[in-house]
Structure formats: structure tokens, C-alpha cells
């Protein structure tokens, strides 16, 4: 693919309800990061993935919060029973590999918003 | 805690001329600082990533510095452009060299013809 393409792109959905956003990163890359941008706030690390498994998982807020990587390919973060302050913009990013030296290519984000 | 602080407030600047944005960080020392610019509505896209033995680096009409001593790095955009305004985004790597980025909040450039 082009690049990082992540699905909906937008969502809206009442308080309580689960949601399921999907992350299609670029083929060959290996590390794949999951990060929040709430209004007026700086984009914020959730996830990182290397292959299928998630070594840091440091950044997700609470247990209502899970995400997998199946074929060292697509990714799905999970909200469970959604609340207010889940809403926000989720970007998925990925790099060839881990470490300082490899830049993220960031999808267009998912826009969440919990009524 | 470890921190990365851009100016918040919009940098509003005529074309032409120079925009330069700060980025400081406070209690680590970085190994490296990448940039990144953010359109509305889009993730974003990756620029420059300065290490901390480089006091500069250039693309175009793009430069990066970094003082380790006074901790910050500053971005300038040169002979800027009404299409250079953007929110500029300051990171670092953290720490455990899994990549994750910790971002500063942005500096939101305007560009006026």
C-alpha cells in the first residue's frame, strides 16, 4: 500500500458502547505505535507492537483499553464501554523497524467521538 | 518527569521571511530529536531528526539545531511560504529504544502573503 491507512475515519458512538479501530500499516514495516491526540493536547503514546507482540503497552490509559496485531500486519485497538473522555483522534504509525533512527509514518487517524 | 515543551502560542510571520520554532526539554538528555509537521485533519509527517553529537542539520529550506547545554533545539523554516503553515511537532524517542515518541504539544505556524 501507499501508506498507513486506518479505518473509520471517523466514528461516533454513545457512552458504554465497545469500538474497534483498525490500522493497515505499511507492508515490511515491523514496529507499529498507537497514539492519541485529544483536543488542544499533544499527541499522546498508547501501544508499540514489534511483529505481533506488544513489548509496551505503557501507554494505554486503563483496562477498557486493548489492542492485537495478528500476521505482523493489521491492528485493532479496542475501547470497551466507551466513555466521554475516550474521545479523541487515534493515529497508528509504523517504521521499518524499532529504534531512534526510524522515522513514523503516521496514518490520517481515527476521529472518536463518545456522546 | 521527562518533558518536551514547544510554545504553544501561534507564530504568526509574513512570507519570506524566517519562522523559528523552539522546542526545550527538561530532566534527560536525548539521544536524538526528530520534527514532524501536522495538517489539519492528517497525522503527522516526519522532517528532520538531529543527533545529539550534530549541532545541525539542513533539508532545503528546512534547519535544525541542537544544544545540549541549554537543552533545546530550534527549527527554522527559511524564505517561508503561505504552504509552511502547519502545526510543527517536537519528539524524542523516550526511553528503551522501542521507538515510541513522546510529542511536545506543537507550535502552530501562519504563513501571511
Known amino acids: 500500500g501507499a501508506g498507513v491507512s486506518q479505518s473509520p475515519s471517523n466514528k461516533v458512538t454513545e457512552k458504554g458502547k465497545d469500538v474497534e479501530l483498525r490500522c493497515d500499516p505499511i507492508?515490511?514495516?515491523?514496529?507499529l505505535y498507537w497514539y492519541r491526540q485529544s483536543l488542544g493536547q499533544g499527541l499522546e503514546f498508547l501501544i508499540y507492537f514489534q511483529g505481533n507482540s506488544a513489548p509496551d503497552k505503557s501507554g494505554l490509559p486503563s483496562d477498557r483499553f486493548s489492542a492485537e496485531r495478528t500476521g505482523g500486519s493489521v491492528s485493532t485497538l479496542t475501547i470497551q464501554r466507551t466513555q466521554q473522555e475516550d474521545s479523541a483522534v487515534y493515529l497508528c504509525?509504523?517504521?521499518?523497524?524499532?529504534?531512534?533512527?526510524?522515522?513514523?509514518?503516521f496514518g490520517p487517524g481515527t476521529r472518536l467521538t463518545v456522546l | 518527569s521527562q518533558k518536551i515543551e514547544q510554545n504553544s502560542e501561534a507564530l504568526n510571520i509574513q512570507e519570506g521571511k524566517t519562522a523559528t520554532l523552539t522546542c526545550n526539554y527538561t530532566?534527560?538528555?536525548?539521544?536524538?530529536l526528530q520534527w514532524y509537521r501536522q495538517d489539519p485533519g492528517r497525522g503527522p509527517v516526519f522532517l528532520l531528526l538531529i543527533r545529539e553529537n550534530e549541532k545541525e542539520k539542513r533539508k532545503e529550506r528546512l534547519k535544525v539545531t541542537f544544544d545540549t547545554t541549554l537543552k533545546q533545539s530550534l527549527f527554522h523554516i527559511t524564505a517561508s511560504q503561505p504552504a509552511d503553515s502547519a502545526t510543527y511537532l517536537c519528539t524524542w524517542g523516550g526511553s528503551g529504544n522501542t521507538g515510541k515518541l513522546i510529542f511536545g504539544q506543537g507550535t502552530t505556524l501562519q504563513v501571511k502573503p
Open positions: 504509525a509504523s517504521s521499518f523497524d524499532r529504534g531512534v533512527n526510524n522515522e513514523q509514518f
Open positions: 530532566n534527560y538528555s536525548p539521544a536524538y
Open positions: 507492508s515490511g514495516h515491523t514496529a
